[in-house]
């Protein structure tokens, strides 16, 4: 639980935090026609008659959008209503050809749902918070206005004209900028587990409008701004501590929050006026009268229910029991869709490989991907995308280190070769094979002890961390190719004689 607190002038603050997150739906085709959805085709490009509003044009509802915008409310444990239906809200903006959007406003397709975040990575098990989400509705997203293409006017993109949109609207539950990065990150983690939007918030596909006010701890809410397309998760977190306190610099001037749409400038860092704040009444919602309201059959849910994947609160209990993992790196494995897959893809194969048990390799498999292999990855330009970096070599390098074939340091400078030369994988692997000649070792270990005989006194003296250098100047002596853990177990032997 968070304890987040703003110290004013005048006393402490809390502030108060509801996100409204758009995100949106992979599919091929957009919401209510069949136009393409492909992120940076040329302007104007993915746009059919409905899209550009032309007479006499009926919107048609995609079934793949109903079914992603279930799937994702059947993810986060929300109602899911049998009934609903489409309103239209009334504005005009130039980039809005029909003159009003089709949303949901009084009936959506979602209702009340939660998820629960992880507030410390460090702790997964003992800081987390339950968020309520209020409801999720499909809509469509309006175009895109290009301001730098013309010196004196303003061109439109009608490209994301119809995208399919879910809006989904958080409780205001949150109480600090960590709650509200925390809530996005997850969030984003289901969308992007349940496949139902790709979680791309530079690309906009996933943007979320910050609602921030602020009161004195156990006072009624205060008046609330809100903060348009906020596309990262970092740029949340800075909104909401950069509003809060302009908020109470606001109050403790003896001025009064306005309810207003702000915009975030992220090179100043702060938030600025865009309009006043309208409400529900001013867009003028009526049912839509060219569509009929959506009703959901159980065979229909059903099949939602069943094409759900395992999702990460579920994923991360299983590595935990199931493998044996800690907390925190069955957390940081399911953060992302593709580091679990790579995790579970490594893991049966280097299970096929060595005839050992999952529980046995799970850790041995993490601590390569998580630590050993990311170290790897970060010296090298191409990173995780470097065509070598195949399941197979990364298979071949773990199975060898956990048979004592190889030792893990060696892996690791193994691994590095391999990506930045052409050298042969399993030769390398088997020129550095490890020793337990018991005989050759014990034999540098009885030199090395004769050539430092101050440092044996020392640590016969009561200097125990000398065992560390011991250690070291026979592996050195080995050419680091004996097994640590005989020379741990040889060197003990001959130290305490």
């Given at each position: 639980m968070s304890n987040y607190r703003i110290q004013g002038a005048t006393g402490e603050w809390e502030v108060v935090i509801g996100l409204e997150v758009h995100a949106q739906v992979s599919t091929q085709a957009k919401l209510f026609s069949g136009a393409a959805t492909a992120f940076g085709a040329e302007p104007n490009s993915q746009v059919s008659l409905v899209d550009a509003a032309m007479p006499g044009m009926l919107p048609v509802p995609n079934r793949e959008c109903i079914r992603q915008a279930v799937r994702t409310g059947m993810a986060i444990n929300a109602q899911i209503n049998?009934?609903?239906?489409?309103?239209?809200?009334?504005?005009?903006?130039?980039?809005?050809?029909?003159?009003?959007?089709?949303?949901q406003l009084y009936h959506p397709i979602v209702g009340e749902g939660a998820i629960e975040v992880i507030l410390d990575e460090k702790d997964?098990?003992?800081?987390?918070?339950?968020?309520?989400?209020?409801?999720?509705?499909?809509?469509?997203?309006?175009?895109?206005?290009?301001?730098?293409?013309?010196?004196?006017m303003s061109y439109v993109d009608l490209n994301r004209s119809g995208v399919a949109l879910m809006e989904i609207v958080s409780r205001p539950d949150m109480r600090s900028p960590a709650e509200a990065g925390a809530y996005v990150a997850k969030l984003r983690q289901i969308l992007r587990y349940v496949g139902s939007c790709d979680g791309n918030?530079?690309?906009?596909?996933?943007?979320?409008?910050?609602?921030?006010?602020?009161?004195?701890?156990?006072?009624?809410?205060?008046?609330?701004?809100?903060?348009?397309?906020?596309?990262?998760?970092?740029?949340v977190m800075a909104v909401v501590e950069q509003e809060a306190m302009r908020q109470v610099g606001v109050i403790e001037d003896g001025g009064t929050v306005v309810q207003e749409t702000r915009l975030y400038d992220p090179d100043?860092?702060?938030?600025?006026?865009?309009?006043?704040?309208?409400?529900?009444?001013?867009?003028?919602?009526?049912?839509?009268?060219?569509?009929?309201?959506?009703?959901?059959?159980?065979?229909?849910?059903?099949?939602?229910?069943?094409?759900?994947?395992?999702?990460p609160d579920a994923k991360r209990h299983r590595y935990e029991t199931a493998l044996g993992l800690s907390p925190y790196d069955a957390a940081q494995l399911t953060l992302e869709?593709?580091?679990?897959?790579?995790?579970?893809?490594?893991?049966?194969?280097?299970?096929?490989?060595?005839?050992?048990?999952?529980?046995?390799?799970?850790k041995r498999?993490?601590?390569?991907?998580?630590?050993?292999?990311?170290?790897?990855?970060?010296?090298?330009?191409?990173?995780?995308?470097?065509?070598?970096?195949?399941?197979?070599?990364?298979?071949?390098?773990?199975?060898?280190?956990?048979?004592?074939?190889?030792?893990?340091?060696?892996?690791?400078?193994?691994f590095a070769a391999y990506l930045t030369s052409d050298i042969d994988l399993a030769a390398e692997i088997d020129a550095n094979k490890q020793t337990s000649d018991t005989g050759a070792i014990e034999a540098a270990i009885a030199q090395i002890l004769a050539d430092n005989a101050d440092k044996l006194a020392e640590y016969k003296g009561g200097k125990e961390a000398l065992f560390g250098f011991f250690v070291g100047q026979t592996m050195k002596a080995m050419q680091g190719k004996a097994n640590p853990q005989v020379v741990n177990e040889l060197l003990r032997k001959a130290l305490a004689n």
């Open positions: 049998k009934w609903s239906r489409f309103d239209r809200k009334n504005y005009f903006y130039a980039d809005l050809p029909q003159g009003y959007q089709i949303s997964p098990e003992g800081s987390t918070k339950t968020i309520g989400i209020e409801r999720i509705h499909v809509e469509q997203d309006a175009g895109k206005l290009m301001h730098d293409q013309h010196p004196t918030m530079d690309q906009g596909s996933m943007r979320a409008d910050v609602n921030v006010s602020v009161r004195r701890p156990g006072e009624p809410f205060g008046t609330r701004t809100e903060t348009k397309n906020v596309n990262s998760v970092r740029f100043k860092n702060e938030t600025r006026s865009m309009r006043s704040k309208e409400d529900a009444h001013d867009y003028r919602y009526f049912p839509d009268p060219d569509l009929l309201p959506l009703e959901l059959d159980d065979a229909f849910l059903e099949e939602c229910r069943a094409s759900l994947p395992e999702l869709v593709e580091t679990y897959q790579q995790f579970e893809e490594m893991l049966a194969a280097v299970v096929k490989a060595s005839g050992k048990g999952e529980r046995d390799l799970a498999v993490a601590n390569w991907l998580l630590s050993e292999r990311a170290g790897v990855l970060k010296s090298i330009p191409e990173g995780a995308a470097h065509p070598k970096n195949t399941v197979a070599a990364n298979t071949a390098l773990i199975v060898a280190a956990s048979e004592g074939t190889i030792s893990g340091s060696k892996a690791k400078e193994i």
